[in-house]
């Protein structure tokens, strides 16, 4: 595990997520921005969508994609992060990449935002790029240092949208074929009419399903999916 020179606070890409499994439906503009980052020294990416519409996806990627370029990159999920951990955002500014997902989740905290603010103006200054995620716009946000949010306003700022049912499929198609699992059409179709229809609760179903049908060694069905929707009560987070 790598971690800041600060404090044991893991900075490793916490999903295999790849640009060429991304479901790039509305959001080609978005996609293309973060690929584009890679290219930009010292810029700044803010990527506001709902849950569902794939930032932790695109912040994942980009990190798996700029270490395949031989650049230091890392990923940090503030929503899982104690408030003690803003210490470890200090040195970050040797790395070639930063990606902050779920700033929303700490917008407002004086701790956060003055730790953000510094690392975010080290990383700038040292020619690092920046990308910054947020369920909500940045013009949204309860940000209260001033300074933090002007920093983040001088980078580009691109919104994601949330797939269609036709597109909350192919998502659900691509996850299957990265889990190596077979899911048939009409599982997949059952998942949608009696699931929640977010991604996060559709793609925690179907690693249920994966688990089940491994468990039990069982073929993945429509009555397993409804013993697994039965017993679902929560979604994992797809960012």
Avoid at 77 to 104: I, M, N, S, W, Y
């Amino acid at each position: 595990m790598l971690c800041s020179p600060q404090i044991p606070l893991q900075l490793e890409p916490r999903r295999p997520d790849r640009f060429e499994d991304f479901v790039v439906g509305p959001n080609a503009v978005a996609f293309h921005a973060v690929q584009q980052l890679l290219e930009e020294p010292g810029g700044i990416l803010f990527l506001s969508g709902p849950q569902g519409s794939g930032k932790s996806h695109l912040l994942n990627a980009l990190c798996h994609a700029a270490r395949h370029s031989g650049m230091a990159a890392f990923y940090i999920a503030l929503k899982r992060l104690p408030e003690e951990a803003a210490a470890g955002l200090e040195g970050l500014q040797t790395l070639d990449l930063v990606c902050v997902d779920d700033l929303d989740h700490v917008a407002g905290n004086p701790v956060w935002e003055q730790a953000l603010f510094r690392c975010f103006n080290e990383i700038r200054d040292a020619g690092g790029r920046l990308l910054v995620s947020s369920s909500q716009p940045l013009s949204s946000l309860p940000i209260q240092l001033p300074d933090l949010a002007s920093r983040l306003a001088w980078g580009v700022r691109q919104n994601l949208q949330p797939p269609d049912d036709a597109g909350k499929l192919e998502v659900l198609q691509q996850r299957a074929r990265t889990l190596r699992i077979e899911v048939p059409l009409d599982v997949q179709n059952y998942l949608l009419r009696y699931g929640r229809r977010d991604m996060a609760f559709l793609l925690s179903a179907l690693e249920r399903l994966k688990d089940a049908a491994f468990a039990d060694k069982r073929k993945i069905t429509v009555p397993l999916a409804r013993e697994i929707l039965g017993e679902q009560s929560g979604g994992a987070d797809a960012g």
